[in-house]
C-alpha cells in the first residue's frame, strides 16, 4: 500500500510540474522512476511513454477543438517518427538479447545524454522564437520534418524522451506559427508518437500497468493543479531550477 502511495505521489508531484511549467513528461518523470521508485530502466523507459500517451490525449483533443493544430506538419512529423520509434524499440530489444540486464546501463547512459541536452536547449527556446523567420511550408521542409521525425522517433522509441521538447525545438526552427499552434501542433504529434511507443513495449512486456495506472491517478489532479498555479509562481525561474537539475541528474547518470 506504501508503495502505491508513493507512486501516486510521484505522478502528483510530476503532473503539478507538468501544469506549472509545461516540460515534458519523459524528462520529468525517467529520473524519479529509475533512481526513487528503483525501477529498472526498461520498465521505466515503457511504463513513462505509455503514462506520456494518456496524459497528452485531453490536451490533444482542446487544440484540435481550437483549430490549433497543422495537420500537414502532424503528418509529415509522425510519417517519420512511427516508424523511427518502432526501429528504436527493436534496437532497445535486439540490445536487451545481446547484454541482457545490462541494457538498464545503456538506457541510463541514453537518457542521461539527453537530460542534459533538452535542458540547454529549454534555455535557449526564448532566444529562438525571438529569431524565428516566417517561413511559408515547403516540399523541402516537410521533408526535413520527417527525418526530424524520424531520428526524433528512434530517440523516444528507446528512451521515451523528446516527443515533446526536441520537436518543439525543431517547429521554432522551421516555422513561425502563433505559440499555441507549436503548442498544439507538437501535443497531436505526441499523442500519435507516444501512443505507437507505448504499446509496442507493452507488447514486449516492458510496461508496468499498476505503475502507470498508479501515475495516472496522480498526474491528472496535479496537472490541474498546476495550471491553476501557473499565473501565481515565477513559472521563468521554476523551469530554470529545473532545467539545472535536469542537467545535473544528466551528468550523474551519464558518470554513474
Excluded at 533512481?35 to 482542446?62: E, H, Q
Excluded at 522564437?129 to 517561413?135: I, L
Excluded at 515533446?164 to 500519435?192: E, R
Aim: hydrophobic share 55%; with cysteine.
Amino acid at each position: 500500500m506504501l508503495l502505491i502511495t508513493a507512486k501516486i505521489l510521484v505522478g502528483f508531484i510530476v503532473g503539478t510540474l507538468i501544469g506549472l511549467t509545461g516540460l515534458g513528461g519523459g524528462v520529468l518523470l525517467l529520473p524519479v522512476l529509475i533512481f526513487g521508485l528503483r525501477v529498472p530502466a526498461i520498465m521505466a523507459v515503457g511504463s513513462d511513454a505509455l503514462f506520456n500517451f494518456f496524459t497528452k490525449i485531453p490536451a490533444s483533443i482542446v487544440h484540435l477543438n481550437k483549430g490549433t493544430v497543422r495537420r500537414k506538419v502532424v503528418l509529415a512529423l509522425a510519417a517519420g517518427s512511427v516508424p523511427g520509434s518502432a526501429l528504436g524499440v527493436a534496437y532497445l530489444t535486439h540490445l536487451r538479447h545481446v547484454y541482457g540486464s545490462g541494457v538498464n546501463d545503456l538506457i541510463k547512459l541514453a537518457i542521461g545524454v539527453l537530460l542534459v541536452c533538452i535542458p540547454v536547449l529549454l534555455m535557449f527556446q526564448t532566444r529562438i522564437e525571438e529569431h524565428a523567420v516566417n517561413r511559408s511550408p515547403t516540399f523541402k521542409s516537410f521533408a526535413g520534418m520527417t527525418a526530424i521525425g524520424l531520428a526524433s522517433g528512434f530517440l523516444v522509441g528507446m528512451t521515451s524522451v523528446g516527443s515533446g521538447s526536441i520537436i518543439m525545438m525543431m517547429l521554432l526552427l522551421f516555422y513561425s506559427y502563433p505559440p499555441k499552434v507549436n503548442v498544439g501542433t507538437d501535443i497531436v504529434h505526441a499523442v500519435l508518437l507516444t501512443g505507437v511507443t507505448g504499446f509496442l513495449h507493452l507488447h514486449l512486456g516492458n510496461v508496468d500497468p499498476g505503475l502507470v495506472v498508479a501515475l495516472l491517478l496522480g498526474s491528472i489532479p496535479g496537472s490541474l493543479m498546476g495550471s491553476h498555479l501557473s499565473t501565481r509562481v515565477p513559472v521563468l525561474w521554476l523551469r530554470r531550477i529545473l532545467c539545472c537539475i535536469l542537467l545535473i541528474t544528466g551528468a550523474r547518470m551519464i558518470w554513474a
